[in-house]
């Protein structure tokens, strides 16, 4: 076990009717003028929206309005962001909707805070003094952005999508009812597990101490995250289900199935940020698409961590070589994906690159990543590329 920093300061506020709560809250972290910050049209439709206005307006807390943020949100928004921020003289960020609205309203509060372009923060240029407050209205479970401190953005030009990681930026609060996600499509409902498992998953499979503790988290979240998408597939609106995929977002992306780790790997996220960025493709399923490629690619180096993943999360039996049982823990994990209707190839995925596609990729995720990305296995451009191929052929 290694030592850890363990920073998870958001304020939960968790269950049917909580969005009433948002101007209070806003109030509570000392917000007085607020930008409502939301997506591409489910929270207006849901009346979701409407709710919170009200909210904001029972505590007097004026507030202007910025919606239109797409999947993998873009830069262009965020710059309007800043500058509508700016001129209002907003000092409080209420993101409504999913891990998309979150990073924007991120985003936008490095650019208030600080001279200059946000990019640069995203482009490893240098790094942010300071970030807006900003809360959140979560309405789908999936990103954990809702606790972490991560945001990432897409910047059209040359389609880079990009994470920028800082305590500063996590959530003052999360306003998290079960039912607002009642009326996710099936697909992002899938989508969404993906994520929270693999946010979990990137933390397990690692070549660092280990802590036996927060392992039994680990697969505890990963085991109730599986048998809740299960039942959500059948019985969408289900309450329970719902509550249960909720609140392991947010736990499994808040550090705390990390703790004692020595350090991520990340990299089925590294290369799945390069296919959002060129392509568009939702984020869970473009993990899904690739994780079965990077496992096969990199279990060796990480053979107990994979072969314990095998027994106790996916109910292998431990019999024959660590690498056969390894194997049966990674094809058990893709036979899910495809029961919950997730792709676990390009083809899959809609897509068939091109060998110069797959190269720039490559060479994009290892610049993001500084040149190297991984723990299970560190991974260079060259085996990026290679993970890329396996997932292209597949
Ligand atoms: O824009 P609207 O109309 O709301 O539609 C959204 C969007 O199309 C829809 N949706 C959300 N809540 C809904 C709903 N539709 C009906 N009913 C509801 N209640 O769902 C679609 C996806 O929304 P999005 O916010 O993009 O989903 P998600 O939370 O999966 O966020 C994905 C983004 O987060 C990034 C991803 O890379 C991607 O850009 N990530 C952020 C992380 C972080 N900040 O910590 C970590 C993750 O690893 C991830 O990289
Ligand atoms: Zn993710």
């Not at 036979?335 to 190269?359: C, N, V, W, Y």
């Amino acid at each position: 076990m290694f030592p850890f920093n363990y920073y998870a300061p958001t304020k939960v506020i968790f269950g049917k009717g909580t969005e009433q709560e948002a101007g209070k809250q806003v109030r509570a972290f000392h917000g007085t003028k607020a930008l409502l910050h939301y997506g591409s049209g489910s929270a207006v439709r849901s009346g979701l929206l409407g709710r919170i206005k009200e909210s904001l307006e029972e505590e007097g807390i004026p507030y202007v309005e910025l919606g239109g943020v797409v999947p993998n949100p873009r830069l262009s928004l965020v710059y309007k962001g800043i500058e509508l921020a700016k001129e209002e003289g907003v000092d409080f960020l209420l993101a409504v909707g999913g891990g998309s609205v979150i990073d924007s309203a991120k985003a936008i509060g490095y650019g208030v805070a600080n001279e200059g372009d946000v990019w640069d923060f995203y482009d490893r240029k240098r790094k942010a003094a300071g970030c807006l407050p900003v809360g959140a209205v979560l309405t789908i479970a999936a990103a954990g952005s809702e606790m972490s401190n991560s945001s990432v953005i897409t910047k059209e030009e040359g389609g880079i999508k990009r994470g920028y990681r800082d305590d500063i930026c996590r959530p003052k609060f999360a306003i998290m009812n079960p039912e607002l996600t009642l009326t996710l499509p099936d697909y992002q409902t899938a989508c969404g597990c993906t994520d929270i498992l693999m946010h979990t998953m990137e933390r397990y499979f690692t070549n660092g101490g280990n802590m036996a503790l927060t392992d039994r988290i680990a697969e505890g979240l990963m085991r109730t995250v599986m048998e809740n998408a299960k039942i959500l597939l059948k019985d969408p609106q289900n309450y329970e289900a719902r509550a249960e995929v909720m609140w392991a977002g947010s736990l499994s992306h808040n550090g705390l199935t990390g703790c004692g780790n020595g350090g991520d790997d990340f990299a089925t996220h590294g290369l799945e940020h390069e296919m959002g960025g060129l392509y568009d493709v939702a984020h869970g399923a473009g993990l899904a698409a690739v994780w079965g490629s990077w496992a096969r690619y990199v279990y060796q180096d990480c053979l107990p961590r994979f072969c314990q993943f095998a027994v106790k999360v996916m109910g292998v039996p431990a019999v024959g070589t660590e690498a056969d049982v390894a194997l049966k823990g990674i094809e058990a994990m893709e036979d899910f994906f495809r029961s919950i209707h997730m792709p676990t190839s390009f083809a899959q995925l809609g897509l068939s690159p091109t060998k110069e596609e797959l190269e720039d990729m490559a060479h994009k995720c290892s610049v993001a990543a500084g040149g190297k990305k991984g723990s299970a296995k560190v991974l260079y451009e060259e085996d990026m590329l290679a993970i890329y191929k396996m997932a292209a052929q597949e």
